[in-house]
């Protein structure tokens, strides 16, 4: 007998092995139609897999948040098909799927071509239309090897003999094809459905390695329905419109160049738009109990061996060797360096909790091929802090965080807030007891503070786990920005301590936080999220005075001194241009107000006010309108 038992607890017996497909049968045939896959004591599984054992089973349908990933790994799978049956002698190297789709990296000596994609579409919507099975084949290594040899598949086999030999091997048939994977895959090419889209070309080093040749790319998207593909088309075209270099470029905030790759050249619009976040970020800091400290940029390697970030940054970081023979390294992240300031004097427990807040500078080497605009630079700065506690004070530490940070992404905007939690990665600092520890103080800090938390398996950090706020912008993208990071290890290892209520030496906690992350990265988010229409306290030019005429030039002046000693961000327009031109351009430059003056307003002090994205104009007086626009332009804090 093999019993099975459901999610909700009912157990169904059979008398011999059965597969999930068959589970599934016997559960009803609406069931059966919708089953993608199965999970089988918490691992998914092939919906053919033999149950040959008592087992926990589920029944995996579209409605599971792991079917769309496996969707898109078939995708990949039929467009390799496609592929391999319209273009015979390219051979197929990795196709995983990623965020949002799939990809899969070819080796052939003639280029694709933007129309091959349409041919390669069709060929995918024949093959889901064949209705192939695919069936999972479990091969010897070495008879795997040469069976790709045999079909000139040299990449394939090269991936199949770095296997070690006494591990089988699982291959994927799907009619003439076949492919090496650890699957799950779908029962067949007809539950692909027909809602995905070729998107892109792009070229692949084999292996991501520079040394070895360039492979072609081709991505894809894939979703269970047609609403879903269209919706998500939509949003990348929303998204381009958005894109904040072009934004950038259109309202004079930055720009970057080959001679300072990875970094940002900011304009003054932009610098006005950089300081006033940061202006904002620093009251809410003060508020909260946060002590601000700048600490070098250069530092000995020893303090970055010392704290294990060498193990686990050294081809990321940017070193230096002086002519007096050190070895120095441009400051990748904060932390050693806030445990320098900690150490000095004698810490007490009445010290704690001790805030240490820096708007750090920080350098890391990104691959070239990974850099994008301002939100991926190798020249960043991050809204650093480090909070220093003991373990009793983690909670309390938690839930005023937690609420700081809600407040300040609301006030940028941000009220749809996700929050993720990851554990112990593999390559880690400290002894299992310590992770033990760390984790169970961050889920309860969590559960008091009435997070949601959803599990980022192995993603924490390598010295404590960690939370992961990400926000959701205008469009419905997610953007992880915030952490918070309970650490044991690095007070141990740089040698922290405090003077404790019975007069021992002990190690305080380390909470590593940010609430924005790189700057330069958030920036990016916001013009993105606001397509540039920034709210009036964020906006770099606040208010554009123009003339409809000359005579009312000196009127024009005397408005924005006004505005400018009210401390509103103003320029003055007096070009010898049409109001209707002048309008059109600064509503391009996303200025949120025009306040138009002509000889009538001249005469009456009063002005016209015309905001970004209406029609509407309303005339004030002048005294009211710098009052209300003072008012409506203060920061939230």
Known sequence: MVAITLPDGKVREYAGPVTGMDVAKDIGPSLAKATLAVRVDGQLCDASLTLDKDCALAIVTAKDPEALELLRHDAAHVMAEAVKEL????????????????????????????????????????????NEAI????????????????LNEHYKAEIIGAIPADQKISLYRQGAFIDLCRGPHLPSTAKLGKAFKLMKLAGAYWRGDSKNEMLQRIYGTAWFDQKDLDAYLVMLEEAEKRDHRRIGREMGLFHQQEEAVGAVFWHPKGWSLWRTVESYMRRRLEANDYQEVKTPQLVDFSLWEASGHADKFAESMFTVHTQDDRHLAVKPMNCPCHVQIFRQGI???????????EFGSCHRYEPSGALHGIMRVRAFTQDDAHIFCTEDQITSETIAFCQLLKDIYADFGFTDV??????????????????????GALLDASKAAGLEVALNPGEGAFYGPKLEFVLRDAIGRDWQCGTLQVD????????????????????????????????????GILIEHH??????????VQVVVATIVSDADVYATEVAQILKEAGIRVELDLRNEKITYKVREH??????????????????????IRR???????????????DTLKAQSQPPS
Do not use: C
Not at 135 to 150: I, N, Q, Y
């Open 531 to 540: 397509a540039g229409r920034f709210p009036l306290w964020l906006a770099p």
């Open 87 to 130: 273009y015979p002698d390219t051979q197929v190297t990795i196709g995983p799927s990623i965020e949002n789709g799939f990809y899969y990296d070819f080796a052939r000596k003639t280029p694709f071509a933007p129309d091959d994609l349409e041919r390669i579409e069709a060929k995918m919507r024949e093959i889901v239309d064949r």
């Open 418 to 439: 996700r929050v993720k939690f990851s554990d112990r990665p593999t390559k880690r600092a400290g002894e299992d007891s310590t992770w033990d520890k760390a984790e």
């Open 488 to 523: 044991f290890v690095l007070p141990e290892r740089l040698d922290a301590h405090y003077d404790a209520e019975d007069g021992t030496k002990k190690r305080p906690v380390m909470l590593h936080r940010a609430v924005l992350g790189s700057f330069e990265r958030f920036l």
């Open 612 to 626: 970004l994205g209406s029609n509407d104009q309303e005339v004030l007086a002048l005294e009211l309108a710098v």
């Open 587 to 608: 509503s391009v430059a996303k200025t949120p107000v025009l306040l138009v003056v002509g000889r009538r307003e001249a005469e009456e002090r009063t002005v016209a």
């Open 347 to 357: 810490k007490s427990y009445r010290d704690l909790p001790y805030r240490m807040a």
């Open 135 to 150: 069936t999972r084949e479990v091969w010897d290594r070495d008879a795997a090897v040469e069976f790709f040899k045999g």
